[in-house]
């Protein structure tokens, strides 16, 4: 479980991707019944300004030796250099050593490849970097397709709005659906996209009327329960089937019936650990015409069975 999170900086971070590992993890939302984390900011000179390319600078309280028994180590982004400060590399050294979970966003992969922990590891980074990486970490396995990747201790992500999705994705790892669902709401962004999706569109988008994609997204999220077809999800989109199938795709990297799958089944997940509701009544909650097939789907997506995660991940059932 993850209490403690320590964020090391050097100079030249990128504040976006900071601040993304700031907003997840590094705000008190004891309001909304998350304790708050212990959210450690460590630079090489405790109390030293640190600066990025805009001109701000951050302040970090602490030093190094704050990361030795933090849970989580999460590396921002920060200039792609020849050399990194070797107390950094050091104390990530000692954090993988130890077992501590390794989170890197965009070219914070750079800081973890010179502390040789990419080495015969699954990994990513934005994908104008991936080349870069590949040549001077041969030795690790590198995506540069996808979001982000879970390596276990280990968990690497794409640019900028990627962090979001893998600390969100790893809130939800260590802490379950229900917890990373209000940081979600809080943020306002989606729960989860899928690691697995595309960083970005390599085909021509077909223009449309106003944000169409996000008001079927919406309009499915507010209605797992309820059936839909592609013909009837292009109509609402003003669309033909086949120019929805296409636009749907590229813009979420898998097909309307493929998402809608996933996100009936992450709704699954809360409700098991959350609740105390039958397999059957979370079956027809999600919007499966039956439990047999609720069954299949979600061993197939979590690779357990639904009464399987229920007893590893359930907490005390609230009303539904």
Known sequence: MIKTVAVPLIDDFAMFEFGVVCEVFGLDRSYAGIPAFDFRVCGVEPGVPITNPTGASITPPYGLEAMDDADLIAV????IRDEY???????????????????????????????????????TTHWRYADELKKRFPLARIDPDVLFVDDGDLITSAGTAAGID???????????????????????????????????????VPEVEGDAMAEILEYLTERLDEPHTIPSLAQRARMSTRSFSRRFRAETGVSPMQWLNRQRILH?????????????????????????????????????????????????????
């Not at 921002?76 to 200039?79: F, I, K, M, Y």
């Not at 050294?93 to 080495?119: K, P, Q, T």
């Open 166 to 204: 893998a600390c969100l994705y790893l809130v939800r790892r260590e802490l379950g659906s229900a917890v990373a669902n209000t940081i979600a709401r809080n943020m306002v962004v989606p729960p989860q996209r899928d690691g697995g999706q595309r960083q970005y569109v390599d085909m021509p």
């Open 268 to 320: 699954a997940r809360l409700l098991l650990e959350t609740t105390g509701m039958s397999i059957d009544e979370i079956s027809a909650r999600c919007g499966f015409s039956s439990p047999t097939l609720f069954r299949h789907h979600f061993d197939l997506e979590v690779g357990v069975a639904p009464t399987r995660y229920r007893s590893a991940f359930a907490g005390s059932p609230v009303p539904a």
């Open 85 to 123: 400060p070797a107390e950094v590399l050091e104390a990530l050294r000692r954090a993988s050593a130890r077992g501590a979970i390794l989170l890197s966003v965009c070219s914070g992969a750079f800081v973890l490849g010179a502390a040789g922990l990419l080495d015969g590891r699954a990994c």
């Open 76 to 79: 921002p982004a920060a200039r």
